[in-house]
């Protein structure tokens, strides 16, 4: 199966069991399965597995705030190895396919054993820093009804950081740490760079609310 077949597959059976979600939509897999590619070049990965499992790691859609959340990537891998089995997708490639599907999560919180499985989870990490980080982040606290910060004290200094009730408090319990959580030296270098990006778009938000 080429490349192009495999899209062509993927788009066809996304269109049909994705949920609506504006932060984990189509263009979204798309980006993640673009950061995929550059990535298991620079590495010298599998693309027989990591490109599948780039196109079906969200497959399965679990809301942030559901008690399934952490569920989800398993949930995901379990559906997509199904899809593939149905397609005739090479058999000896479905274990690894699976195991790179569910220790993408962060909230799964599942140890990468594989170099496909670490390539595939920084693909998606790179999707949560950056202009695209920021974006989906501010996406995502609107469509959950999150206030964009606490007005006596935005970036937490004085408080404990809460992004249940905070959109910008998002930043200081998870995405400025994500490029630590880098499994691959070319992923972390590039959530390095979008990290420093970040931080700057904080420094010139703090400027315009007048905050520190």
């Given at each position: 199966m080429t490349p192009d077949q495999l899209q062509d597959l993927c788009l066809q059976y996304l269109s049909k069991v994705m949920a609506s979600d504006p932060a984990h939509d189509i263009s979204h897999v798309q980006r993640v399965v673009q950061n995929t590619m550059v990535l298991?070049?620079?590495?010298?990965?599998?693309?027989?597995?990591?490109?599948?499992?780039?196109?079906?790691?969200?497959?399965?859609?679990?809301?942030?705030?559901?008690?399934?959340?952490?569920?989800?990537?398993?949930?995901?891998?379990?559906?997509?190895?199904?899809?593939?089995?149905?397609?005739?997708?090479?058999?000896?490639?479905?274990?690894?396919?699976?195991h790179a599907i569910e220790a993408h999560s962060f909230s799964a919180n599942i140890e990468t054993e594989t170099l496909e499985a670490k390539i595939v989870q920084d693909a998606d990490r790179l999707e949560a820093v950056g202009a695209i980080g920021i974006a989906r982040c501010f996406l995502t606290g609107g469509s959950m009804g999150t206030p964009l910060y606490e007005p006596s004290d935005p970036f937490g200094n004085n408080r404990q950081h809460d992004d249940r009730r905070f959109t910008l408090d998002h930043f200081y319990c998870k995405l400025l740490g994500l490029a630590d959580t880098m499994k691959t030296e070319s992923g972390k270098a590039e959530a390095i760079k979008r990290s420093d990006y970040m931080r700057a778009f904080l420094q010139q938000l703090g400027t315009e609310i007048g905050a520190d």
């Open positions: 298991t070049d620079a590495e010298r990965g599998d693309p027989a597995i990591t490109l599948p499992a780039a196109w079906l790691h969200d497959c399965v859609s679990v809301a942030k705030d559901s008690p399934l959340r952490k569920q989800a990537s398993r949930l995901a891998a379990q559906q997509a190895v199904e899809f593939l089995d149905s397609v005739n997708y090479p058999d000896k490639l479905l274990p690894a396919i699976f």
